[in-house]
């Protein structure tokens, strides 16, 4: 049974830096899709990021391009968010994924507060 927990969520004021991890069990690392969504209150969860299963291909928002970056990790972390240049906007629950093909995995998310 795959498990996911994130952590590294918090208040940070804008133009702050948060690191978020993605702790992960029983995960076959190997061919697993990494990713990061997020959900503000009253939206509907979005894509923020995602990295390939061997690490060679990312792919960004448009709303977090060049100020987030995703990287993977051992299988125990498989993935990072490096969040810089934090906007208000940005205040959400993020959620780590692990997709391979139409199997999905989430962790139950961690709070990101921006303050002006």
């Known amino acids: 049974q795959v498990q996911l927990v994130e952590s590294g969520g918090g208040l940070v004021q804008a133009g702050g830096s948060l690191r978020l991890s993605c702790a992960a069990s029983?995960?076959?690392?190997?061919?697993?899709?990494m990713g990061w969504f997020r959900q503000a209150p009253g939206k509907e969860r979005e894509f923020v990021a995602a990295?390939?299963?061997?690490?060679?291909?990312?792919i960004y928002a448009d709303s977090v391009k060049g100020r987030f970056t995703i990287s993977r990790g051992n299988a125990k972390n498989p993935a990072n968010l490096q969040m810089n240049r934090l906007k208000i906007e940005d205040t959400a629950v993020y959620y780590c994924?692990?997709?391979?093909?139409?199997?999905?995995?989430w962790g139950q998310g961690t709070q990101v507060t921006v303050s002006s």
């Open positions: 994924n692990a997709n391979r093909g139409s199997r999905n995995d």
């Open positions: 029983g995960l076959p690392f190997s061919r697993y899709a």
């Open positions: 990295i390939s299963w061997r690490g060679g291909n990312t």
